[in-house]
């Protein structure tokens, strides 16, 4: 892999009209200003539709979009909206997701744009080509809705058991919201599919983020329940989380069921290999979260009060990463993307190293007064990502001025030569761009010198994670120019010869409405094919 730099930015942070970040012209401004900044890459959050606490690692599916991303924009230049519906629907502000409120008024409006929408046979040949998914999520979301959204656990038993008739009585009945929950995921897939082409276009690939874990209250779980470690009732008989560290006296108790690791490998992984496959699909290169849980994993009892009583259990190991390998092929070593981060035991070092996948350095991480970090960029080798921080971190200015131990700040300003406050975060920018390391990640917060109320999650809380917002004109041109001097200067620009395409800074448009027009099967595949238009 040759050097190169990118930025993370979740998409529900870009500055998009509507009260949360879009695919619309938002983003088209955005991948135009990586593509200015000299960055290869831009790293987004998972995509799936969100659930419990809004979390994009708690999603409702592994393989669908989340709704909240369509743009009512698009929507509306297809002529399934006016703008002064879409206008009536805004909720928020430009600085932070107001998800209550998106609830209350975006599913209102993208219900109108269902109700004008025409081309039935595009609607027919997507869900045909998506039916290994999307007829279990479709008729799920269904049901949700008309169980006042409770979880799939506390249904009538002949849904939450799928007894056959009782879920073909259903598909029956909830035939028009099924059609609904399938148009949505169409809408993703087209708006999506046609950002990720003009991102290639300007030489910019994507890289996603796929959670090792799904939610118990999910499509996936409830589809599939022999694949996970569930009792009778399909409630869990443990859960996933870590175990008790210097961070957390606890532990953290993420309550995601258990994959039966013996159950999928019999089948070679299949579930988990179309998973990988839609990822594929999706992205340029797939980070795997919580990489060390294929090693082995922590299991805390259902129902138990915190992650102290839990217990390790083998992973899949190495014969997980030979699936891989084998449906996949080189794509499967080169574009993954292992995070490593954790409670590292030697076995799960020899994985990674097997594995060949390069692993995760995260600055704020190195800076341990206490004893010598594997994450100071001195001990770097080039088979690794190093990102000044991740969502679960603070800012870096975050970090400097409030969460930080003095000790470590004081560490990082003596290694990092940082004699005055100002502009301190560039000296750690600076280091991630100048090590060996193949690729360098930065998250925009950083390259804006925002403080802790920038911050993305804040670990084991509820509230006020997953919103922060970037506001309009913060990607400017005098930034991008800067990054790109940066980038350049540590040899992490793309090359002369690989030049981007003329500036264009609004999602490409024809003359009628999308709705209305034929699509080739390869241009609405899934949220799987790249869709030009």
């Not at 002064?84 to 975006?106: P, T």
């Not at 040949?125 to 959204?149: G, M």
Request: aromatic share 12%; glycine share 8%.
């Amino acid at each position: 892999m040759k050097r190169a730099a990118g930025i993370l930015l979740p998409v529900f942070s870009l500055p998009s009209a509507g009260g949360i970040g879009a695919l619309g012209p938002a983003a088209y401004r955005w991948v135009d200003f990586l593509a200015a900044a000299g960055q290869s890459w831009w790293q987004v959050l998972p995509l799936g539709p969100t659930g419990y606490g809004d979390s994009p690692y708690q999603s409702f599916s592994a393989f669908a979009g989340n709704p909240y991303f369509i743009d009512p924009a698009l929507l509306a230049r297809e002529g399934l909206l006016t703008a002064e519906e879409c206008a009536a629907a805004h909720c928020g502000s430009e600085d932070a997701v107001d998800y209550g409120a998106l609830y209350q008024k975006r599913f209102v409006l993208l219900r109108t744009a269902f109700s004008r929408f025409t081309d039935t046979a595009a609607l027919a040949a997507f869900r045909a080509q998506n039916a290994h998914w999307l007829e279990d999520y479709a008729l799920y979301t269904a049901l949700k809705t008309e169980n006042s959204q409770k979880s799939w656990l506390e249904w009538p038993a002949e849904y939450r058991l799928r007894r056959p008739g009782a879920l073909a009585e259903a598909r029956r009945r909830l035939a028009r919201e099924m059609e609904f929950c399938i148009f949505q995921q169409y809408e993703f897939a087209r708006q999506w599919a046609a950002l990720r082409a003009y991102a290639q276009q300007k030489s910019v690939g994507i890289i996603g983020d796929m959670p090792i874990y799904v939610a118990l209250d999910s499509a996936d779980v409830w589809a599939h329940r022999e694949l996970f470690d569930l009792d009778e009732n399909g409630l869990p008989n443990e859960v996933a989380g870590c175990p008790p560290d210097a961070f957390s006296a606890d532990g953290q108790l993420w309550g995601n069921p258990l994959y039966r690791w013996d159950i999928l490998q019999a089948d070679g992984f299949a579930w988990w290999m179309e998973r990988l496959a839609a990822g594929f699909a999706l992205f340029d290169r797939i980070r795997i979260d919580h990489f060390r849980g294929l090693e082995s994993y922590y299991a805390i009892p259902y129902g138990a009060p915190n992650a102290k009583n839990g217990r390790w259990r083998p992973g899949p190991g190495l014969d997980f990463i030979r699936a891989i390998r084998s449906r996949f092929g080189p794509s499967g070593k080169e574009g993954i993307i292992a995070e490593d981060l954790g409670f590292l035991t030697p076995a799960v070092h020899t994985l990674l190293r097997r594995s060949g996948y390069p692993g995760m350095k995260v600055l704020q991480f190195a800076f341990d007064s206490r004893e010598e970090s594997d994450y100071l960029p001195h001990n770097y080798t080039r088979n690794c990502v190093v990102y000044t921080g991740t969502h679960d971190n603070d800012t870096l200015c975050g970090w400097l001025q409030e969460s930080a131990p003095r000790a470590d700040v004081r560490f990082a300003r003596r290694y990092l030569d940082i004699h005055t406050r100002r502009d301190a975060h560039w000296h750690f920018i600076r280091a991630a761009l100048a090590s060996v390391a193949d690729l360098a990640v930065i998250p925009m917060q950083d390259y804006l010198g925002l403080g802790s109320s920038a911050r993305i999650n804040t670990p084991a809380t509820l509230g006020g994670n997953w919103a922060w917002r970037m506001r309009r004109g913060s990607d400017s041109a005098a930034l991008a120019g800067r990054i790109a001097q940066l980038t350049a200067l540590y040899g992490r620009a793309p090359k002369a010869a690989e030049a981007r395409p003329k500036r264009r800074t609004s999602p490409p448009v024809s003359n009628r409405p999308a709705s209305r027009r034929g699509a080739s099967k390869e241009a609405i595949h899934a949220v799987h094919t790249a869709h030009t238009e």
